[in-house]
């Protein structure tokens, strides 16, 4: 599918998500785009070499790097970017189901405006429902769902349409197209970011450096969402603290003075009244599993707070900048 010069890079993180990967790498094998060149790039976050030789022998026209560690989605693409050779970008969940169609569609809308820095399509989950579409940036109409319901109709005024596209704030990293020249000019993927808020972050560079996110309304990919993270109770405290990690960090890069005291504020009261309330359930009911992990994820909650203080940084643990300060 490779050749001298390669027009979109396909490139995939994966993380133990070795059935979804197949069927990912399959879908994208039975593509042909006539003048425009493929090349598949697979960076490898579970370090498991002998798995990525037997899918290096069975799709021989894709490319297959191991990753040093599992340093998080933002530093896998980043990685993936570095090996590719394409003057498009395509980041891809290995949960996903792609097609020539929304392939070309989101090639064409790229090409004839320079100024859209990303651009993604809907979305189905394998019941052939639509996840959501319109997405706004965290701020304090957006940041709790009391704050989205009264302010519902404002938002959702703001965003523009035109025919088959919308402007949201921001794409689900699940699927997002961007040309190499806008990754380069926004300096990538922010490895901050161990897991989650990466692509708003994206989205936010862009608009900050005054380009366009778009979302294509004509075409749409499969998503099993969920495929690498949502395994079992440990799995889930972890996926679900690093949401909280995200966003304090999140408001850290794009807030400054009193309105980001207040917001931090506000996220930090109100994780922790959740916490104890819904953790003191889980302690007494903890044969019910959700409550079970509200437990769990209020002592994680706690300790993260605790190290942020102490460390002063809101960063993960896991986060590639984190390790790199210490």
Avoid at 95 to 116: C, F, G, H, R, V
Wanted: glycine share 4%; with cysteine.
């Amino acid at each position: 599918m490779a050749t001298n010069k390669t027009t979109i890079s396909i490139i995939i993180v994966n993380y133990k998500s070795w059935h979804h990967l197949q069927n990912c790498l399959n879908a994208i094998n039975k593509i042909t785009l006539n003048s425009i060149s493929l090349e598949v790039v697979v960076i490898d976050n579970t370090l498991d070499a002998i798995k990525i030789d037997e899918f290096a022998a069975s799709y021989p026209n894709f490319n297959f790097y191991l990753n040093s560690g599992n340093n998080g989605f933002a530093n896998g693409c980043n990685l993936g970017a570095e090996k590719a050779t394409g003057s498009y970008f395509l980041f891809l969940n290995p949960d996903t189901i792609i097609a020539k169609e929304p392939i070309l569609e989101m090639y064409k809308a790229i090409a004839n405006s320079p100024n859209l820095g990303a651009v993604s399509c809907l979305q189905k989950n394998t019941n052939g429902s639509l996840e959501k579409s319109i997405r706004f940036f965290p701020r304090l109409s957006t940041l709790f769902g009391v704050f989205r319901a009264l302010f519902k109709k404002r938002l959702y005024k703001s965003i523009r349409k035109e025919k088959n596209i919308m402007y949201p704030d921001w794409i689900s990293g699940a699927v997002v197209f961007m040309s190499k020249t806008w990754f380069d000019k926004i300096k990538g993927w922010n490895e901050d970011y161990w897991m989650y808020f990466e692509d708003v972050d994206l989205s936010k560079k862009i608009r900050n450096s005054q380009g366009e996110i778009a979302l294509l309304t004509n075409t749409y990919i499969i998503h099993d969402h969920g495929g690498s993270s949502r395994i079992n109770l440990k799995t889930a405290a972890i996926t679900k603290l690093e949401v909280i990690i995200s966003k304090h960090v999140y408001l850290k890069n794009h807030f400054k003075g009193f309105q980001y005291f207040i917001l931090q504020t506000l996220v930090v009261l109100n994780t922790i009244i959740n916490k104890i309330i819904l953790g003191l359930l889980g302690l007494f009911l903890f044969f019910v599993p959700k409550l079970k992990l509200q437990f769990i994820l209020l002592q994680k909650v706690v300790n993260y707070y605790f190290l942020a203080i102490k460390n002063n940084t809101w960063l993960s643990k896991k986060s590639q900048n984190f390790k790199k300060n210490r």
